[in-house]
Every structure is written in C-alpha cells, then in structure tokens.
C-alpha cells in the first residue's frame, strides 16, 4: 500500500504505516465519495432489548476509485442506520439519529480525502484504525453534555462506505468482491493484522481467503426472526395488525416461506416470560417441521445465572425444544472490556455467541477467554472487520454465524454474500422481508430470490458479475439528491 498525494496527514503513525506498505499494479484510491439517505417505514414494529424500530434511514453509499494508468471505477455500499441497535439510550430517537446521519456526512469528506492507496481491506483497516477514532472524539467533543456517540454507531455509519470501496475495486477488475481476498491482490498477510493466541496458529504467508468456503453457496438456509412484539396466536391480533398480503402469525410465516429455523428475541429482564416465550414459539415450531431455534436475549441480562437457569428449567419441562436451541446469542452488555464476565456455565450448555460486543478481532479473543464459543458476524461493523473476526475465530476453533440488521435494497447482498463464503454452523439470518419487504421491490425484480424465502431458504443465484453483483444497471431505482459530496466531480447517472 503506498501513500498517494495526500496533503492532510491524519496522523505519524498513519503515514508509517503507509510507507510500510508495498504497492501493487492492482491498487486503488478513494478520490470521491457520495451519500444518499433512503427512509423506510416498517410494517410491523420490531422489538429488540429495550428498543422498538418502527421507522430506519438505509444510508447508500457510492465511491469513485482510481487504479493504474488513471482507470476509475465506481462502488456502491448501504447499510441502515438502526439506531436502537446501533446506541441504546434514553436520548430520543431523532437525536441519535441526526447524529448518525451528521457523522456519515463527516466520514463523507474524510474518506474521499484519505489518500491512501492499495487493496481495499487495507485502505479500510488503515482508516478505522486512524482516521474513524479521531472523527468520533471530535463528533463527541462537539456536543458537550450530551451522551456520546458509541463505537458501534460510528462502525455501522462507516461500513457502507467500506463496502463501497469494495465494490469499487472489484468493479475495477471486473471480479467478484470474494475473490480478492489473497495474495495476488493484497500487500499484506494476515499475520500483520491478527495475533493467535494458541501456539499452534500462524497467520504467516495466508490470507482471507484461505478461511473461506473453496466455493459460494447459492443456497443458505434462512432464519425467521421472532421479535418481541410478533403475535403468536390469532387471539393476538389488533386493529393495528397490517392486512397487506403478507403473512403476520407465525404459523403463517412458517408455512409460506417453508421455515426452518426460528431465532427468538427475549427481554433478558423478565425470566419467567422468556421461559414462556421460548416454550411458546417451540411448540409452534414443532406442529409446523421447523427443526432449530436460537435464543437473543439482546444484551439485557446481567448475570449468567439467568440464562442457565432458563435453559436448565427448558431441559426438565421440555426436552425436545431445549435440544432444538442450537445457540444463545449475546445475552449480556455491549462492552466486553467493562463487563469480563465469565461466561463457561452457558456455553457449557449450549453453543454462545458474540455479537454486538464482536467490534473486532481483539473483542473476540477477549470473549474466548471468557468462555464464549462463537461469533455473529455482520456486514455492518464492515466487512473488512467482519473478515478479520471470522478468520481469528476459525483459526481458534469458535462458530460462526452471520445475523441481520434487518437489511433491504443493497445492504442484503453483501450480507448474504458474506454468510455465502464463511462456513456458518446454520444458514444465515435474514427478515427485511417480515419488516418491510416492499422497500426492496426494485431490487427484488433483479434478485427475487433473496428478497423472499422459500422452502426455508434464500437463493442467491442472480448475484453474478463484479464487484458485489448488485447489477445496478437493470435495477430501477431512483435516488433522493445527495445529502452530502466530496472529492470526484464526475456525475454518472445515479443507479
């Protein structure tokens, strides 16, 4: 990776690790970048911990690259702002979410500005680790007596322009994302990002393609999510339930899409209406063929008693839902390093895996040290990051998954991409179509088998082409004016 023209230097350590880079006649620059906000309504509210979503802003991204002999190319990345997920708190909801939105316009000028050429996954590692930091303190600094902006919400701002930049550089040499991922496009091996922990693991002379799949799967099996406030029975039902064709009890749910596998949203604060939510959706899913449930408890419990206490009550009463929980996901707070609880009582019982704490590679070290046993990956924390976890962690022995942040439109691909190229222990988690499936309508009629499940799966065989195969071209989408432009003057027609 070599340092291009850049007058503004971010820091001395970010200009020596530059120098340090070797380049390639494959490496790319970020020379413009360009951001659009897309606001969805959902159809039904989705309850998670102690937040409810009833309305998301997608942030899009396009990124303008330069190679060679001055080829450019164009990228395109999305994720959606989930404010509740991203930053739990008191504040309201408009606040968290202008906030959001100011810091995306902010990493807008800066990444069009960064300078720095090579593989994507480096240029990408290079800006989170030195310019991201410095944009979140003065974002925070900026906003005296105010609760500061997570980690996590400046991660989930700046994964679409991670993506994009992926995309970018695939678009460039007409290759899919995937297959960039070694040494004849990377300056670097792994072993200058990650450190093992085990004496019998190297990092030396491999790359992230080395812990992928040899080859795609085009079919994943899709998890249902149950959210808190989804109705179970008929007996349930309101005025307020929606009459739009789609399914909305359950049992409905499971029949259409043929499902599998449910993932049940718990309060991690009331044990007693977990058991029965548990038991609940268990014996809905066994009259209807689903064969595996997984347990979210969204960072609410305190102490692993409660959750072995559930699951040990589960096994006594009802063996044969118990044994169809296949893992246990993220019961307790965000910040691993402020709540080092040991956590071998639950996994011990059942597979627990890291995911709003997984903020990077070093996080799960720390978590396999207090005993969890696997990793949720999520394209929204970056896909360069997202990499880089999967690859410690499968080099360590721990499970993956790959879970939703509720994606629609582009934010869908690269995630079901990702679940497509790691070894999952099930699947991968997928309901933007419970949510608001009419958000991605346009991108559906390009891709209709991953905007809806069938035979409780997702088809992914119309992605094809470079980069994330978005297939923009035939995509009839129309954009909002951007909400904010730096670098690269050049305006091709918005996609």
């Not at 499970?399 to 994606?407: G, I, P, W």
Request: glycine content about 8%; aromatic content about 8%; proline content about 6%.
């Amino acid at each position: 990776m070599a340092r291009a023209g850049d007058k503004r230097q971010t820091s001395a350590d970010l200009t020596h690790e530059a120098q340090k880079m070797s380049s390639k006649p494959t490496d790319i620059r970020a020379v413009g970048s360009e951001l659009f906000f897309l606001p969805i309504t959902t159809r039904v509210p989705l309850k998670f911990g102690s937040g409810t979503m009833t309305e998301v802003t997608c942030a899009r991204v396009r990124i303008w690259v330069e190679g060679e002999a001055g080829r450019t190319a164009e990228g395109w990345g999305e994720t959606p702002l989930s404010v509740q997920w991203a930053w739990p708190s008191q504040l309201s909801f408009d606040e968290r979410e202008q906030t959001l939105k100011e810091f995306c316009r902010r990493v807008t000028k800066d990444f069009a500005q960064f300078g720095v050429a090579g593989h994507p996954f480096e240029i990408s590692h290079l800006f989170q680790e030195e310019v991201l930091p410095s944009l979140l303190r003065q974002m925070n600094q900026q906003r005296p007596g105010s609760e500061a902006m997570p980690w996590l919400a400046a991660l989930i701002c700046y994964s679409a322009f991670d993506l994009a930049l992926h995309d970018a550089y695939g678009q460039i040499h007409q290759c899919p994302v995937f297959e960039t991922f070694t040494g004849k496009f990377m300056s670097r091996d792994l072993s200058s990002y990650l450190t093992p922990a085990d004496p019998d693991v190297s990092f030396a002379g491999k790359h992230p393609r080395d812990f992928l799949l040899p080859q795609r799967r085009d079919r994943l099996t899709a998890w249902h999510l149950v959210g808190g406030l989804d109705p179970l029975e008929s007996s349930e039902l309101t005025d307020q339930s929606p009459d739009d064709g789609y399914p909305v009890l359950l049992k409905d749910w499971i029949r259409t899409d043929g499902l599998k596998c449910l993932k049940v949203k718990l309060r991690g604060t009331d044990s007693n209406w977990d058991y029965e939510r548990l038991v609940n959706v268990g014996r809905i899913g066994q009259s209807s063929g689903v064969e595996w449930l997984s347990a979210d408890f969204n960072c609410t419990v305190q102490t692993p008693g409660y959750v072995i206490e559930i699951l040990d009550r589960l096994q006594r009463e009802h063996l044969a839902i118990y044994r169809q929980v296949l893992y246990v996901e993220q019961p307790f707070p965000y910040e691993l390093e402020d709540h080092r609880i040991d956590v071998r009582g639950v996994s011990a019982r059942k597979k627990l895996f890291l995911d709003e704490s997984a903020h990077n590679w070093q996080c799960v070290r720390l978590g396999r040290e207090l005993g969890w046993t696997g990793v949720a990956l999520k394209t929204c924390k970056t896909l360069t990051g997202a990499l880089l976890s999967a690859c410690w962690a499968k080099a360590h022995g721990l499970s993956l998954m790959v879970q939703d942040l509720t994606n629609p439109m582009l934010a869908q691909i690269p995630h079901l991409l990702l679940a497509a190229h790691v070894d999952t222990l099930m699947g991968v988690e997928t309901n933007s179509m419970q949510f608001y499936p009419d958000a991605s309508r346009p991108e559906a009629e390009v891709h209709p088998g991953i905007y809806q499940r069938r035979r409780g799966e997702v088809d992914l065989s119309s992605i094809c082409g470079p980069g994330f195969g978005y297939r923009l071209s035939e995509t009839k989408r129309s954009l909002p004016p951007p909400a904010a432009r730096s670098g690269h003057s050049q305006t091709a027609e918005q996609k």
